[in-house]
């Protein structure tokens, strides 16, 4: 996971000679229309400067003296030459402070940590390991076919509302991953490799479980730039993502846009290609909280009568499996994207507002969505991202009906 801070304030602190400092090793700046991202080869981080303090750091790179810089900024931004020598002392000396001036020995990159919690949970023991499954499904996502044993027709069941869209003939396609469920005093035990690979104690925990392992597993198995807690639905031709933190309404969002025709891509996660920026979307089951049941009901009819799960947060979900006619591998999960589009459910707005972002803008919310890289930021992801971003038209949606987002994505992606 990485993160791009917005930061404007800080603590000033007198230099005497700021420009005389070069500007540190390993400090990279991206120029993303009238604003700079710096990015920090030792934080791995990239920094948001604004339009101030992205005309300051241009001059401090062209070796403007710091008397210059006050005057250039003064004259530009029309204000005063006492209020203008406080806001460049002050970032001056913030970039000193974190380390983008004076560093001049090539920096040490700290270590790459994986986003989430990476601890093994400690995991009761079953009361003894099952020797027979005789209930067994295959389930397909690009570049991953799972094979799923049951103890139960109980438990493949359960699997089936959450995973029967990905569903393919046992024989048809060598496996990949192999997972074996099975249920005693204890609770429900998925293994992987012989190992406890997952564990609840309630039936209406194991569906989230099952989509968490089928999820994280594809997630593991394949290569991408970057990878986006986004929704996403295609016209067939190209697609649109819909980034944003659960609880915005994007899985509501994307699923009245399938029942509105568009095929679908995913409500959870998608991987953006090196190279060829398209966009690989792994087509879970959308998983539906409660909040959004009784919206939904005029655009998935039965929804309230699909089964009910609980996942560890608490939260209760349903999920909407899509038809297999609304989406196909080879038409949906590799295509260019139109545009990002950031979607917020508001419950106070009489009137859709569908705004413009800037590139940087749109960064800063792709990170606060959610993202992930495999191994971390470096130099050259960086520069592809911010190549890709720079490209891509990106909006912001902010909704109370969901009739009116869709007319507004029409309009995006006809």
């Given at each position: 996971?990485?993160?791009?801070?917005?930061?404007?304030?800080?603590?000033?602190?007198?230099l005497?000679?700021?420009?005389?400092?070069?500007?540190?090793?390993?400090?990279?700046?991206?120029?993303?229309?009238?604003?700079?991202?710096?990015?920090?080869?030792?934080?791995?981080?990239?920094?948001?400067?604004?339009?101030?303090?992205?005309?300051?750091?241009?001059?401090?790179?062209?070796?403007?003296?710091?008397?210059?810089?006050?005057?250039?900024?003064?004259?530009?931004?029309?204000?005063?030459?006492?209020?203008?020598?406080?806001?460049?002392?002050?970032?001056?000396?913030?970039?000193?402070?974190?380390?983008?001036?004076?560093?001049?020995?090539?920096?040490?990159?700290?270590?790459?940590?994986?986003?989430?919690?990476?601890?093994?949970?400690?995991?009761?023991?079953?009361?003894?390991?099952?020797?027979e499954?005789?209930?067994?499904?295959?389930?397909q996502?690009?570049?991953?076919?799972?094979?799923?044993?049951?103890?139960?027709?109980?438990?493949?069941?359960?699997?089936?509302?959450?995973?029967?869209?990905?569903?393919?003939?046992?024989?048809?396609?060598?496996?990949?991953?192999?997972?074996?469920?099975?249920?005693?005093?204890?609770?429900?035990?998925?293994?992987?490799?012989?190992?406890?690979?997952?564990?609840?104690?309630?039936?209406?925990?194991?569906?989230?479980?099952?989509?968490?392992?089928?999820?994280?597993?594809?997630?593991?198995?394949?290569?991408?730039?970057?990878?986006?807690?986004?929704?996403?639905?295609?016209?067939?031709?190209?697609?649109l993502?819909?980034?944003?933190?659960?609880?915005?309404?994007?899985?509501?969002?994307?699923?009245?846009?399938?029942?509105?025709?568009?095929?679908?891509?995913?409500?959870?996660?998608v991987?953006?290609?090196?190279?060829?920026y398209?966009?690989?979307?792994?087509?879970?089951?959308?998983?539906?909280?409660?909040?959004?049941?009784?919206?939904?009901?005029?655009?998935?009819?039965d929804?309230?009568?699909?089964?009910?799960?609980?996942?560890?947060?608490?939260?209760?979900?349903?999920?909407?499996?899509?038809?297999?006619?609304?989406?196909?591998?080879?038409?949906?999960?590799?295509?260019?994207?139109?545009?990002?589009?950031?979607?917020?459910y508001?419950?106070?707005?009489?009137?859709?507002?569908?705004?413009?972002?800037?590139?940087?803008?749109?960064?800063?919310?792709?990170?606060?969505?959610g993202?992930?890289?495999?191994?971390?930021?470096?130099?050259?992801?960086?520069?592809?991202?911010?190549h890709?971003?720079?490209?891509?038209?990106?909006?912001?949606?902010?909704?109370s009906?969901?009739?009116?987002?869709?007319a507004?994505?029409?309009?995006?992606?006809?």
């Amino acid at each position: 996971m990485w993160s791009v801070g917005c930061d404007e304030s800080c603590s000033p602190k007198h230099l005497k000679h700021p420009s005389s400092l070069p500007v540190s090793c390993g400090i990279h700046s991206f120029q993303l229309e009238n604003e700079i991202l710096l990015f920090s080869e030792q934080t791995r981080q990239l920094v948001r400067l604004n339009n101030s303090a992205a005309f300051i750091w241009r001059c401090y790179e062209e070796g403007l003296a710091q008397q210059d810089i006050i005057e250039a900024l003064s004259q530009t931004f029309d204000l005063s030459r006492e209020s203008v020598e406080k806001d460049v002392d002050s970032v001056l000396s913030e970039w000193l402070e974190q380390g983008f001036l004076g560093i001049t020995s090539p920096p040490e990159p700290e270590p790459y940590e994986a986003s989430g919690d990476t601890t093994r949970p400690d995991f009761p023991e079953p009361l003894s390991r099952a020797c027979e499954y005789p209930f067994e499904q295959n389930y397909q996502l690009p570049g991953t076919i799972f094979r799923f044993r049951f103890t139960s027709a109980r438990l493949m069941a359960i699997a089936k509302s959450v995973l029967g869209h990905l569903e393919i003939t046992p024989e048809s396609l060598h496996t990949n991953v192999a997972i074996d469920v099975q249920q005693d005093a204890k609770g429900f035990f998925l293994f992987r490799n012989n190992e406890i690979a997952d564990y609840c104690k309630s039936e209406n925990e194991l569906g989230p479980l099952l989509h968490g392992q089928v999820l994280s597993n594809t997630y593991s198995r394949t290569a991408c730039l970057l990878a986006i807690h986004a929704g996403a639905v295609s016209n067939g031709q190209e697609c649109l993502v819909l980034p944003a933190l659960s609880g915005n309404g994007k899985s509501t969002l994307t699923a009245a846009l399938i029942a509105s025709g568009y095929h679908y891509g995913t409500d959870e996660l998608v991987l953006l290609q090196p190279q060829t920026y398209r966009i690989q979307a792994i087509a879970m089951a959308l998983g539906i909280k409660t909040g959004s049941w009784n919206v939904l009901q005029a655009f998935h009819p039965d929804i309230k009568n699909l089964p009910m799960y609980q996942r560890t947060d608490g939260q209760k979900v349903r999920y909407l499996l899509p038809e297999k006619a609304l989406f196909s591998y080879g038409a949906t999960q590799l295509q260019s994207v139109r545009a990002l589009v950031f979607p917020t459910y508001l419950t106070d707005i009489k009137e859709p507002h569908l705004s413009r972002l800037t590139p940087a803008e749109a960064l800063c919310r792709l990170t606060e969505a959610g993202t992930d890289m495999k191994g971390g930021l470096d130099v050259s992801r960086v520069t592809d991202i911010v190549h890709w971003i720079s490209k891509i038209n990106a909006y912001e949606l902010h909704y109370s009906n969901l009739e009116d987002a869709v007319a507004h994505i029409r309009v995006l992606l006809p």
